[in-house]
């Protein structure tokens, strides 16, 4: 078995009271060959102190103004080097053996990108729900129709895909997204590779308030 390298992104801004659990979810993986990108839009509460802390296992990290999620997370994909990769949030965080096992999936050369069960965490970082999507159509992907209102997300957090895919991301438009960016990514994939279940929990999606996914109108318009 290939032992792939795993490029990891957290976009992060004033996450000073999540961010460590986020960190030590990819620093602490039974997994070992992974490489983790933090890109900070300059944070002024602490977030910083702690990326600090951890910077020798840390790849890369910047701390600087950004025009939001997106851009910062395009000046993440600047510096993926593996054969993987995926991103998650400064708030959320993976389970203890998800990189074995998306390291296991991906020696299938079909397999292109992957999700796992949906998942969602509260302030204690307990899960409180979980469901197995059943499928994801591409022509479904294609025209918008996983929105959470049509259909259930597709939960970034748990999405995986081979780097390869970026290739077909223009990240001067994702760039310019504000909340619908991860859904850009999906219909860039969908449009060249089908997306697997896989039956396992990856990560999850924290419910609390004042985030960006709260606005769903938003979202959908964009």
């Not at 997106?70 to 203890?96: E, M, P, R």
């Not at 509260?122 to 929105?147: D, E, H």
């Not at 997306?195 to 938003?218: P, Y």
């Amino acid at each position: 078995m290939k032992n792939l390298k795993i490029s990891i992104i957290t976009v992060s801004y004033n996450a000073v009271e999540t961010i460590e659990e986020t960190i030590l979810s990819v620093l602490n993986q039974s997994y070992n060959n992974i490489e983790y990108i933090i890109i900070d839009g300059g944070s002024i509460d602490g977030t910083v102190d702690i990326i600090k802390k951890y910077e020798n296992k840390i790849n890369y990290w910047i701390s600087e103004a950004d025009n939001g999620m997106y851009d910062a997370l395009v000046k993440g994909f600047s510096h993926i080097t593996g054969d993987i990769c995926a991103y998650i949030n400064a708030d959320d965080y993976y389970q203890l053996y998800a990189f074995d096992i998306v390291n296991e999936i991906f020696q299938n050369k079909e397999v292109k990108w992957i999700t796992g069960i949906n998942t969602w965490y509260n302030n204690k970082s307990q899960i409180t729900g979980a469901v197995l999507p059943y499928r994801y159509r591409n022509n479904f992907i294609i025209k918008g129709i996983y929105n959470g209102k049509d259909l259930p997300f597709i939960q970034q957090e748990s999405v995986f895909w081979r780097t390869e895919l970026n290739d077909n991301i223009d990240f001067d438009k994702l760039r310019n997204f504000n909340y619908a960016g991860d859904y850009y990514l999906w219909m860039c994939f969908s449009k060249v590779a089908k997306l697997d279940i896989v039956m396992t929990i990856f990560s999850g999606f924290r419910k609390h308030r004042g985030q960006l996914s709260e606005n769903l109108n938003k979202y959908l318009k964009e």
